[in-house]
């Protein structure tokens, strides 16, 4: 192999090996070898060769996903646990946010919860805890941010007090701020105000379909028309299909709450005068529920296009947060064959919630299924409970065609075809 043909393939190469390439194509430059003994130049030639391709395969692997696929390393953020005297649920809820929205900006890499538990422990954290007793818990990951604070309940109000601290400042001091939550749904929006306040992250943008169009012909449509789901009070089974690590099972009847990390669906005693009554039942332990979630998904559901939808239903829970989500697919060429496959198009997040302390709430919401590429035909509901173990119970999903949609999505980066 020639030396040509050496430097072609030598910037393929991952670059921390490349001064290894370089520093024996020296030795050989200025090596007696390369005017008196050509044999052996060929072989050092090949060694070269073969020593930098098993760099490559063996330790460059790593290297090759994390600085082409990855990207550049990112900062990492701390977002310790908050004290107060808000509901210790809230409170996970608020860091799980914090962390969930910095990952989603992509300039930070937060530290997972399960691991900043790991690393605090039972130790309590205030507003008043001090830099440098907080740099001692996380300071083998080290981050550049740091968000702590406390999370405090003043009857129907809520008053969250943080300290942000980027270490890359110049004489980097805690800023503290403070946002007053008068309603739970509105904490979003005070996570994201202090978010904001850190270098690099981009203000955040929000949706038209954040609320229900509640109007005198959507109320008339919600009466008349018909419930699409398959199954939506659970009388028959094998139609709502349970997703959790790598088990895949139609929920089964039963007539228990279900087991650790499982999902039945319960049977409700029978009462005169009442059509059967089952409700959906999930079991979540601590390990499921801070890391992948429980969910449950419902059959296919063809939908119209042009049309706004609402989502209904109730749930109890004892502990499990939610966030369900409705799916919208379209029909394309399969990857894997001739024919067409059911692709995810769109998503539809309806807003958390949480603990009910026994009682069924009711969930609305509505959706405006679009995609500035493909049509959105299919809709499947995703029944998704994480956050806090315990059982969480679902019963009486409804979807329905509501009216025209509400807003019309436009992305001015993709253009039509030029029709010939």
Same mark, same amino acid.
Request: charged fraction near 25%.
């Given at each position: 192999?020639?030396?040509?043909?050496?430097?072609?393939?030598?910037?393929?190469?991952?670059?921390?090996?490349?001064?290894?390439?370089?520093?024996?194509?020296?030795?050989?430059?200025?090596?007696?070898?390369?005017? &008196?003994?050509?044999?052996?130049?060929?072989? %050092?030639?090949?060694?070269?060769?073969?020593?930098?391709?098993?760099?490559?395969?063996?330790?460059?692997?790593?290297?090759?996903?994390?600085?082409?696929?990855?990207?550049?390393?990112?900062?990492?953020?701390? #977002?310790?646990?908050?004290?107060? *005297?808000?509901?210790?649920?809230?409170?996970?809820?608020?860091?799980?946010?914090?962390?969930?929205?910095?990952?989603?900006?992509?300039?930070?890499?937060?530290?997972?919860?399960?691991?900043?538990? !790991?690393?605090?422990?039972?130790?309590?954290?205030?507003?008043?805890?001090?830099?440098?007793?907080?740099?001692?818990?996380? !300071?083998?990951?080290?981050?550049?941010?740091?968000?702590?604070?406390?999370?405090?309940?003043?009857?129907?109000?809520?008053?969250?007090?943080?300290?942000?601290?980027? %270490?890359?400042?110049?004489?980097?001091?805690?800023?503290?701020?403070?946002?007053?939550? *008068?309603?739970?749904?509105?904490?979003?929006?005070?996570?994201?105000?202090?978010?904001?306040?850190?270098?690099?992250?981009?203000?955040?943008?929000?949706?038209?379909?954040?609320?229900?169009?509640?109007?005198?012909?959507?109320?008339?449509?919600?009466?008349?028309?018909?419930?699409?789901?398959?199954?939506?009070?659970?009388?028959?089974?094998?139609?709502?299909?349970?997703?959790?690590?790598?088990?895949?099972?139609?929920?089964? $009847?039963?007539?228990?709450?279900?087991?650790?990390?499982?999902?039945?669906?319960?049977? #409700?005693?029978?009462?005169?005068?009442?059509?059967?009554?089952?409700?959906?039942?999930?079991?979540?332990?601590?390990?499921?529920?801070? *890391?992948?979630?429980?969910?449950?998904?419902?059959?296919?559901?063809?939908?119209?296009?042009?049309?706004? &939808?609402?989502?209904?239903?109730?749930?109890?829970?004892?502990?499990?947060?939610?966030?369900? $989500?409705?799916?919208?697919?379209?029909?394309?060429?399969?990857?894997?064959?001739?024919?067409?496959?059911?692709?995810?198009? &769109?998503?539809?997040?309806?807003?958390?919630?949480?603990?009910?302390?026994?009682?069924?709430?009711?969930?609305?919401?509505?959706?405006?299924?679009?995609?500035?590429? %493909?049509?959105?035909?299919?809709?499947?509901?995703?029944? %998704?409970?994480?956050?806090?173990?315990?059982?969480?119970?679902?019963?009486?999903?409804?979807?329905?065609?509501?009216?025209?949609?509400?807003?019309?999505?436009?992305?001015?980066?993709?253009?039509?075809?030029?029709?010939?």
């Amino acid at each position: 192999m020639g030396e040509a043909s050496l430097r072609r393939i030598t910037p393929r190469l991952p670059q921390r090996r490349s001064h290894l390439v370089t520093s024996i194509q020296l030795r050989l430059q200025s090596s007696p070898i390369r005017g &008196y003994y050509p044999l052996m130049r060929s072989v %050092y030639f090949i060694a070269v060769f073969w020593m930098a391709l098993a760099s490559f395969g063996f330790a460059g692997i790593s290297s090759v996903r994390a600085d082409d696929s990855a990207g550049p390393v990112k900062p990492k953020a701390a #977002v310790f646990p908050l004290g107060g *005297n808000a509901a210790a649920s809230l409170k996970d809820h608020v860091q799980f946010a914090f962390r969930a929205k910095l990952d989603r900006q992509g300039t930070y890499e937060p530290i997972d919860g399960p691991t900043m538990a !790991d690393l605090v422990g039972d130790k309590l954290i205030t507003l008043a805890t001090t830099p440098d007793a907080l740099k001692a818990f996380v !300071d083998e990951q080290k981050p550049v941010v740091y968000i702590w604070g406390e999370l405090d309940e003043q009857g129907s109000k809520w008053t969250l007090k943080v300290n942000v601290l980027d %270490y890359r400042e110049k004489n980097a001091k805690p800023h503290q701020i403070v946002k007053v939550v *008068n309603e739970e749904t509105e904490m979003r929006f005070a996570i994201e105000g202090v978010l904001e306040t850190i270098k690099g992250i981009d203000a955040f943008e929000h949706p038209l379909e954040t609320s229900v169009w509640d109007d005198a012909e959507s109320k008339k449509l919600w009466e008349k028309n018909p419930n699409l789901v398959p199954n939506p009070r659970f009388v028959e089974p094998n139609m709502w299909t349970v997703l959790y690590m790598a088990e895949k099972y139609p929920a089964p $009847f039963a007539s228990k709450l279900p087991a650790v990390d499982k999902v039945c669906i319960l049977k #409700v005693p029978y009462e005169a005068g009442k059509e059967p009554h089952n409700v959906l039942a999930m079991n979540l332990s601590k390990d499921c529920a801070e *890391n992948n979630g429980m969910a449950c998904l419902s059959e296919f559901i063809k939908i119209e296009p042009g049309t706004r &939808y609402r989502l209904q239903f109730k749930y109890k829970s004892e502990g499990p947060s939610l966030h369900v $989500f409705v799916k919208g697919y379209t029909l394309a060429k399969s990857a894997v064959g001739n024919g067409l496959e059911k692709r995810e198009c &769109y998503k539809r997040q309806v807003p958390p919630s949480g603990a009910t302390g026994g009682k069924w709430v009711t969930i609305i919401d509505d959706m405006n299924p679009q995609n500035p590429t %493909y049509p959105v035909q299919y809709f499947r509901v995703d029944l %998704y409970a994480y956050l806090t173990p315990g059982v969480v119970e679902f019963d009486d999903i409804q979807l329905k065609a509501v009216g025209g949609l509400m807003h019309t999505q436009k992305d001015d980066s993709i253009k039509p075809a030029k029709k010939d």
